[in-house]
């Protein structure tokens, strides 16, 4: 049974004009998203926010998973109902973050490498009694003068692999996450480089640890220049150098590819999705896995404040509809303003 479930699962995560909303921030993190609308991360008000989130009217027209974070699994809306129970209901598939998050290497400055497959299979046993369906894992590559190292992608590709066999055995689509951060004043033709070296290394581990690409999904960073880069690649150059790097290494039997957002605006991870998606057909589907290109206008939106949730919701749904036009590349930036005139 477990097999054709994980395929039926990938291929729905991925399915036409939808993605995947990444609300699986670390507690660290998400207490830096609420410091930014002036919120104290208490466990009660990241409830309240993710309960808002989750709520959003016609969730599922759009967001086909929602990855959650191990606080987060474990919550309830403020009337009781499960968060897991409130995504199914709404068509949504629930997932887990799995990784402990990215440490130093050791003998390597300013390198890092993902930790948390001790006692994997046993919280993967725990998450999946808990409601989870997918997984995801996340490695962090950096681009600097003689970064990344041939050690750092190798080290991070084998825990990939690692976490990816294991999330397959407990009968859980993997996610697996190479993140090539966009920080930095190089080039898109060296984060082409970068990211076509770190693929290349994950999908060697990948396959040498037997993970099957067909029950898998690929989470990766666009091709783009470095955010102090003087020169900035728009849509069409970003989903050319895209395209060309996955075709050279990302095999077709994989089902899907969903973009991080990574720190581009969110009108920028929108355009770019599209103009990798107009210029399709293409071996996988290509869709998002978007953080804080789907939250960001909604914390605004929201602040903390009970009275503005329906404010905050729509934001997120304004964005889910954009990114799932983009996904087909059906977007057009005229699209931004309906939002406005609801
Ligand atoms: P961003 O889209 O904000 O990069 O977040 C996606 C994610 O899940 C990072 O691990």
Redesign the pocket.
């Given at each position: 049974m477990a097999e054709e479930t994980l395929e039926a699962t990938a291929r729905a995560l991925v399915a036409p004009g939808k993605g995947i909303l990444?609300a699986?921030e670390s507690t660290g993190t998400i207490e830096k998203r609420l410091k930014s609308i002036e919120v104290e991360s208490t466990e009660e008000n990241r409830r309240a926010y993710r309960e808002m989130l989750f709520t959003t009217a016609g969730l599922g027209d759009h967001i086909s998973g929602v990855?959650l974070y191990d606080e987060t699994i474990r919550q309830s809306t403020k009337d009781g109902a499960p968060f897991t129970k409130v995504l199914v209901d709404a068509g949504v598939i629930p997932g887990i973050?799995v990784d402990m998050g990215a440490k130093p290497l050791a003998g390597a400055e300013g390198e890092k490498v993902t930790e948390g497959l001790d006692g994997l299979r046993e919280r993967l046993m725990e998450y999946r009694d808990l409601g989870a369906k997918f997984t995801?894992w996340?490695a962090v590559i950096d681009i600097g003068k003689d970064r990344p190292s041939a050690y750092c992608i190798h080290v991070n590709a084998h825990a990939l692999a690692r976490y990816a066999a294991l999330s397959q055995e407990a009968g859980l689509v993997p996610i697996v996450?190479p993140?090539v951060l966009m920080d930095g004043p190089h080039p898109l033709e060296r984060c082409y480089e970068v990211t076509e070296a770190t693929l290349e290394g994950v999908f060697n581990e990948l396959f040498s640890q037997r993970v099957v690409y067909e029950r898998m999904l690929l989470?990766p960073n666009m091709v783009i220049s470095g955010n102090e880069c003087s020169e900035q690649a728009g849509p069409e150059q970003v989903a050319d150098a895209t395209i060309r790097c996955f075709r050279s290494v990302v095999p077709a039997a994989v089902p899907g590819i969903v973009f991080?957002?990574?720190?581009q605006s969110d009108e920028q991870?929108t355009a770019n999705l599209n103009a990798i998606n107009a210029g399709g057909p293409h071996p996988w589907q290509l869709s998002f896995?978007?953080?804080?290109?789907?939250q960001a206008p909604s914390l605004k939106a929201w602040r903390g404040d009970e009275a503005n949730v329906r404010a905050g919701q729509d934001a997120l749904a304004h964005r889910a509809r954009l990114n799932g036009a983009a996904r087909d590349g059906r977007y057009t930036p005229e699209m931004e303003k309906e939002l406005a005139a609801a």
């Open positions: 990444a699986d990855i973050k995801k996340r996450e993140e989470k991080l957002s990574g720190g991870a896995s978007y953080g804080r290109a789907l």
